[in-house]
Nanobody
Framework: QVQLVESGGGLVQPGGSLRLSCTVS????????MGWYRQAPGNEREFVAA???????NYADSVKGRFTISRDNAKNTVYLQMNSLKPEDTAVYYC????????WGQGTQVTVSS
């Protein structure tokens, strides 16, 4: 039984920061690539960031220089530090375990608004 639980979403003003967390149970977390995706109303779910088991990171162009993905294998947790937030970052953010279809969390809402 695999479970991914996201937390840390909320309402923030433009230019502000949030840190999302995703904790995984039911798998050997340290061997998997982890990713963050987001979906805004009326839009497709899109890739945001990923981190491999070895710590290599990749980011969507829209978030480069603003977001940082990291992981703590001892806590079975992946993080997304989001700085300089923009209204267009507003979306439900989802955590993904593994490549391909993977496994998904339930999502956490991030709203960037004045």
């Amino acid at each position: 039984q695999v479970q991914l639980v996201e937390s840390g979403g909320g309402l923030v003003q433009p230019g502000g920061s949030l840190r999302l967390s995703c904790t995984v149970s039911g798998r050997i977390f340290s061997i998997y690539t982890m990713g963050w995706y987001r979906q805004a109303p009326g839009n497709e779910r899109e890739f945001v960031a990923a981190i491999t088991s070895g710590g290599t990171t990749n980011y969507a162009d829209s978030v480069k220089g603003r977001f940082t993905i990291s992981r703590d294998n001892a806590k079975n947790t992946v993080y997304l530090q989001m700085n300089s937030l923009k209204p267009e970052d507003t979306a439900v953010y989802y955590c993904k375990l593994g490549r391909g279809s993977g496994n998904w969390g339930q999502g956490t809402q991030v709203t960037v608004s004045s």
